[in-house]
């Protein structure tokens, strides 16, 4: 039986509190026009693309936007729902259940597009909340998520809501509540016989990890498997592998049966290696021929797992000669996942106890 928070606003006259549950956002609806303010304002953020103004504004507006939404809302029609987008649809569902567990108002924000962040302070904040928890639902730390998250959330909270206080969720990739959670998930929905599981991971540019590494100790070389570097706090790409190797021990699965690969790449840049695409053509003929695959990047389903990994990383696999491609989907709204964000974000509201 779910057991209802300890927290509760009762045990503070004073100040309210409450739960902002962040997600990265989709377009208000698959027509061409939305999906191009979409992607206008998500890759114009400086920390998705890291040029410098004038260049990024070349490059979004004077190239990608004149080709890409066209192909991207066909891309969002083949995983839409009544509901609306998978990824939004799902993050409801998690801020319901949280909301039966906790005695705090929880609220939902998009870092692009509605409901953007602003919109769930509001909420929160008409609830009389003035101390919040927020929640950026990555496990992994990465520039283009975690930190633009919270960058964001801290220019709207000067701006606005100056009188608010934030407390944020950290990057949980190797915390066993949520290890356990991800391992139990995974081996209930594993195939009873698979040659490799593939854990495939959204992929960023190596420039973005050299550039949000204070040690600079990270050289995309074995220093990412490393038990210790200075770097892992801030290495997205160790921090896929820490995951993945504390699942596999979790599973008892052996290394030499998993394999780890970056998804999505954009643009001309390199990106972290290797590329699950090529990978997915490979495989067969290194004798993989019925694979498992999951995304741990991604707490809740959506475009990327969906339609890239689920339908055209399919194709490309059994194009290529593989024979069963079965995908994992993500933790959604799994009852043990949503233990896993109470417990993390009850972590964080008893801080505010301790100020
Ligand atoms: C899981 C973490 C994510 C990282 C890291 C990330 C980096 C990143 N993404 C792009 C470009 C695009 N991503 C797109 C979709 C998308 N990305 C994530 C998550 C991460 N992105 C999610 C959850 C989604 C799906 C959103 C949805 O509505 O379902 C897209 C848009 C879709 C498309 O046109 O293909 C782009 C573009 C960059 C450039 C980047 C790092 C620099
Ligand atoms: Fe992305
Ligand atoms: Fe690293």
New binding site residues.
């Given amino acids: 039986m779910q057991q209802k928070s300890q927290i509760s606003n009762l045990e503070s006259p004073i100040s309210k509190k409450g739960i902002l549950l962040v997600?990265?956002?989709?377009?208000k609806s698959t027509k061409v026009e939305d999906?191009k303010e979409?992607?206008d304002e998500?890759?114009m953020d400086e920390?998705?693309?890291?040029y410098r103004w004038f260049f990024r504004s070349l490059l979004v507006r004077g190239i990608?936007l004149r080709t890409?939404?066209p192909?991207?809302a066909e891309?969002?029609k083949t995983?839409w729902t009544d509901e609306g987008?998978?990824?939004?649809v799902i993050t409801k569902k998690i801020q319901q259940k949280l909301q039966k567990l906790v005695d705090v108002p929880v609220e939902i924000g998009m870092r692009y597009a509605e409901p953007s962040i602003k919109t769930g302070v509001q909420k929160l904040v008409d609830q009389g909340v003035t101390e919040i928890v927020l929640f950026p639902l990555?496990p992994?730390y990465?520039?283009?998520?975690t930190e633009t998250v919270v960058e964001k959330a801290e220019e709207i909270r000067k701006k606005f809501f100056p009188n608010v206080k934030i407390n944020y969720v950290q990057p949980f990739y190797n915390r066993d509540i949520y290890i356990d959670c991800l391992s139990e998930s995974i081996r209930e929905k594993l195939p009873d016989n698979f040659d490799a599981l593939q854990f495939s991971?959204?992929?960023?540019?190596e420039r973005?990890i050299y550039k949000t590494d204070p040690t600079k100790t990270c050289n995309l070389n074995d220093c990412c498997s490393r038990d210790y570097n200075p770097s892992h706090n801030f290495c997205?790409r160790h921090q896929c592998f820490k995951t993945t190797e504390l699942v596999l021990e979790k599973l008892n699965l052996p290394k030499e049966k998993a394999l780890v690969t970056f998804q999505?790449?954009?643009?001309k840049d390199k990106w972290i290696e290797p590329y699950t695409d090529e990978t997915l053509e490979n495989l067969p003929k290194k004798g993989v021929k019925n694979l498992a695959i999951v995304c741990p990047?991604?707490v809740?389903d959506?475009?990327?797992?969906?339609e890239?990994i689920s339908v055209e990383g399919r194709e490309e696999f059994l194009h290529a000669g593989g024979e069963n491609f079965h995908y994992i989907p993500c933790l959604n709204d799994e009852d043990r996942w949503i233990e896993v964000v109470k417990t993390l974000c009850e972590e964080k509201l008893s801080e505010f106890y301790l100020v």
Avoid: W
């Fill in positions: 997600n990265l956002g989709s377009p999906v979409y992607l998500f890759l920390r998705v693309i890291d990608i890409r939404p192909k991207s891309a969002y995983v987008s998978p990824l939004i990555y992994q990465a520039m283009s998520t991971y959204h992929g960023v540019p973005h997205y999505s790449r954009l643009g990047a991604f809740s959506c475009l990327e797992t969906l890239e």
